[in-house]
């Protein structure tokens, strides 16, 4: 079954912890990214990766970093540097960089 | 800057009818626009995608219409049933990017 699985689906942690969350897709595509949706908000790019050990900020990268270790793999973490780290986090991926996008179920991380 | 937006934060729409969610951008240098659904919790769905070298895409019961004159598209649903009951966001890319731009999303209701 191809798709994009994201992990976990809700998240609790204390304020000032670092959190990692999973993103693995069995669709064989070369680029990800990571949303972020906040209540009534669109969809917010946090970072992208068109290649294998390769990544570019998005829109609001500050307090988020990523790594591209392996095609199939994209973890976001958050750090205690993201002052507004509740939110939901969408997992997506394209064939190719200009390519639809396609978005795994999302994650929601709690602070408190 | 909100460079795509969907003016309409809710629409209602009886079953059987036709809807249509609206979405302008400011960006001429958009070229291809994309139509997301999605349900509270899960992730977006990909419904149906316009370039910018036509005006109209049909799918089964979504059309979308492009006006670049305007920079308005619209998505029309007909026959509109209960399922498609969602938050509907669009989104627009420009020629080279890999970004996609969201809007803050509409939410319709069908009633049955």
């Known amino acids: 079954d191809g798709g994009i699985t994201q992990s976990p689906k809700y998240l609790f942690r204390k304020e000032g912890q670092n959190v990692t969350l999973s993103c693995e897709q069995n669709?064989?595509?070369?680029?990800m990214y990571w949303y972020r949706q906040d209540p009534g908000q669109g969809l917010r790019l946090i970072y992208y990766?068109?290649?294998?050990?390769?990544?570019q900020k998005g829109d609001i990268a500050e307090g988020y970093s990523v790594s591209r270790e392996k095609k199939e793999s994209f973890p976001l973490t958050v750090t205690s540097a993201q002052k507004n780290p509740t939110a939901f986090y969408l997992c997506?991926?394209?064939?190719?960089?200009?390519?639809?996008?396609?978005f795994g179920e999302g994650s929601w991380l709690t602070v408190v | 800057d909100q460079q795509v937006k969907q003016n309409s934060p809710s629409l209602s729409v009886q079953e059987g009818r036709i809807s249509i969610l609206n979405c302008d951008y400011t960006?001429?240098?958009?070229?291809?626009f994309l139509w997301y659904k999605k349900y509270p919790a899960e992730g977006p769905t990909f419904l149906i995608s316009?370039?910018?070298?036509?005006d109209k895409n049909e799918d089964g019961r979504f059309t979308v219409f492009l006006n670049k004159s305007a920079k308005h598209l619209s998505l029309h649903i007909v026959p509109s049933q209960p399922g498609d009951s969602a938050v509907y966001f669009c989104?627009?890319?420009?020629?080279?990017?890999?970004?996609?731009?969201f809007g803050k999303g509409t939410k319709l209701t069908v009633n049955p």
């Open positions: 316009i370039s910018s070298i036509k």
């Open positions: 669709l064989n595509h070369d680029a």
């Open positions: 990766s068109q290649i294998v050990n390769d990544f």
């Open positions: 997506a991926s394209s064939n190719r960089p200009r390519d639809t996008i396609y």
């Open positions: 989104a627009a890319r420009q020629g080279g990017s890999e970004k996609l731009v």
């Open positions: 960006n001429s240098m958009f070229d291809y």
